[in-house]
């Protein structure tokens, strides 16, 4: 047997590569097979049951459109999309569990939110369906869809925490989010003043 | 030295503020520069007018503009948004591409239709989904009070260019203007007669320049009334197979 130039590596280093290579294809097949385990064992502590998270500040992601949950998963790893608590635990994840959790994900029967401010979701609506045109806000309704379930481009918005639409609003004016495609979220959220964000996100809510 | 790196640190500050925030529409010289041509060809221009269109692929990609042009391209009955339906294709490329490169200023509408959120292939698919769209006669009319003075002045002035049904031309890039709300048509009649529209064709501005804004009121009110086609006209963008003679 020749093996060329190649340096020896060692027994000890040899075994190293052998345990590490041997994990690799226990953990790999266990963790793509099962994308649900994971959903319910680590997603869960956050995001809730199925998904439907019952934490305003984290986002129900239960129904959300299967492209955008794998786009996040894949963003928050790159560091596209910054985030201190999902970075660390998202770790591990391989593309294939990402898009998995995403096709999971998205089959999950999504919980109903809660209109808490009927006056201000109706401001909402008319923002949320007819945009504001003395500031060029275009309706959400042209990319999320009338009933805010978005598709395959844009993500689903119906019955999201208030709390968390609008911290991502927010993150979008002042560019802590910038994994819009194109910059469109950030020059609609620029347009966006406060009062705004919290009506439309009071309406979407109901959805 | 301190000076330098407070320099240095506002520079790169303004460059993270700068990221923060939207697409700005950049300038390109217009009708107010003096080696300006009306529909000169770019390549991203040519490109989109010799594409084969994918219709489909145009409904999708016009969702992002749909927030403001509404379903189905009808814009607003009060103009704040025309209407894109049933316009010509290479129309709407030829407005698209002079907004992406700021021959028309437009910085509303840029965060959307730039070139990172649209390609090339797209503006053709658009252009050609929106031509087949449908324009029904329920947009915005003007007061009706002085049809008489419109109708005299456009059959007089702008038929030669935008014929008589207002349907305008789709070879030689002339806009319909059948369809469309009456109070867009005005803005733009001022725009493109103040020189404010700067992608406009000098022959219509010289032609233009004459009338008050209450003659083109009257005008913008009788195109606002002539009646929107009633089938779709065929593609026009696709048969281009060379670039259209640009006005002398």
Same mark, same amino acid.
């Given at each position: ?15 190293? @590569?052998?345990?590490?290579f041997l994990g690799a294809v226990m953990a790999l097949p266990a963790m793509a097979s099962d994308v649900s385990t994971i959903a319910t064992t680590v997603c869960f502590a956050c995001h809730g049951e199925n998904g439907n998270s019952i934490t305003p500040i984290f986002p129900k992601i239960a129904g959300q459109q299967r492209v955008y949950i794998t786009k996040q998963l894949k963003e928050f790893a790159s560091g596209k999309r910054a985030n201190d ?19 999971? @994900? ?21 923002? @949320? ?12 309704? %042209? ?6 379930? %978005? ?20 993150? @979008? ?35 | ?31 107010? !520069? ?43 009955? +009060? ?17 698209? !591409? ?68 207002? !349907? ?22 001022? +725009? ?7 992608? !406009? ?48």
């Amino acid at each position: 047997m020749n093996c060329g130039r190649r340096p020896h590596l060692g027994p000890r280093r040899e075994f190293a @590569f052998a345990t590490a290579f041997l994990g690799a294809v226990m953990a790999l097949p266990a963790m793509a097979s099962d994308v649900s385990t994971i959903a319910t064992t680590v997603c869960f502590a956050c995001h809730g049951e199925n998904g439907n998270s019952i934490t305003p500040i984290f986002p129900k992601i239960a129904g959300q459109q299967r492209v955008y949950i794998t786009k996040q998963l894949k963003e928050f790893a790159s560091g596209k999309r910054a985030n201190d608590i999902m970075v660390p635990i998202i770790q591990g994840l391989s593309d294939t569990d990402m898009a998995g959790l995403g096709a999971w @994900f998205s089959e999950q029967k999504a919980a109903p939110g809660k209109v808490e401010d009927g006056e201000l979701a109706m401001v909402g609506k008319r923002l @949320f369906h007819e945009g504001n045109v003395s500031t060029g806000v275009p309706a959400c309704e %042209g990319c999320h869809q009338a009933d805010g379930e %978005g598709n395959e481009r844009y993500p689903r918005l119906a019955g999201q925490h208030q709390a968390y639409s609008v911290s991502q609003l927010n993150n @979008f004016k002042n560019g802590t989010r910038a994994n819009d495609r194109g910059k469109v979220m950030r020059a609609v959220a620029e347009r966006l003043s406060e009062d705004e964000m919290k009506a439309v996100a009071e309406y979407i809510a109901g959805l | 030295m301190n000076r330098y790196l407070l320099a240095l640190l506002a520079l790169c500050s303004s460059g993270l503020v700068l990221a923060a925030t939207a697409e700005v529409q950049p300038h390109a010289p217009g009708i107010e !520069s003096a080696d300006y041509i009306w529909n000169e060809m770019d390549s991203e221009k040519l490109l989109a007018l010799r594409a084969k269109v994918n219709l489909g692929n145009g409904k999708v990609a016009f969702e992002v503009c749909q927030g403001c042009h509404r379903a189905n391209a009808l814009g607003r009955e +009060d103009g704040s948004y025309p209407r894109l339906a049933a316009q010509h294709d290479t129309v709407l490329i030829k407005q698209m !591409s002079d907004i992406r490169a700021g021959r028309r200023d437009n910085p509303k509408m840029y965060p959307f239709v730039n070139e990172h959120v649209i390609e090339a292939q797209e503006i053709a698919d658009i252009a050609g989904y929106l031509q087949s769209l449908p324009s029904p006669a329920s947009n915005g009319k003007g007061p009706g009070a002085d049809l008489e003075t419109g109708k005299t002045i456009y059959e007089k002035r702008c038929v030669s260019c935008h014929e008589k049904n207002g !349907s305008g031309s789709a070879e030689k890039l002339y806009p319909r203007v059948n369809g469309q709300h009456f109070a867009y048509l005005l803005r733009q009649n001022i +725009d493109i007669r103040d020189g404010v529209r700067r992608n !406009s064709n000098p022959k219509m501005v010289r032609v233009i320049r004459q009338y008050s804004d209450e003659e083109l009121k009257a005008v913008a009110d009788y195109m606002s009334r002539l009646p929107p086609p009633t089938v779709a006209t065929a593609p026009a963008a696709t048969k281009m197979q060379k670039a259209p003679a640009g006005a002398r």
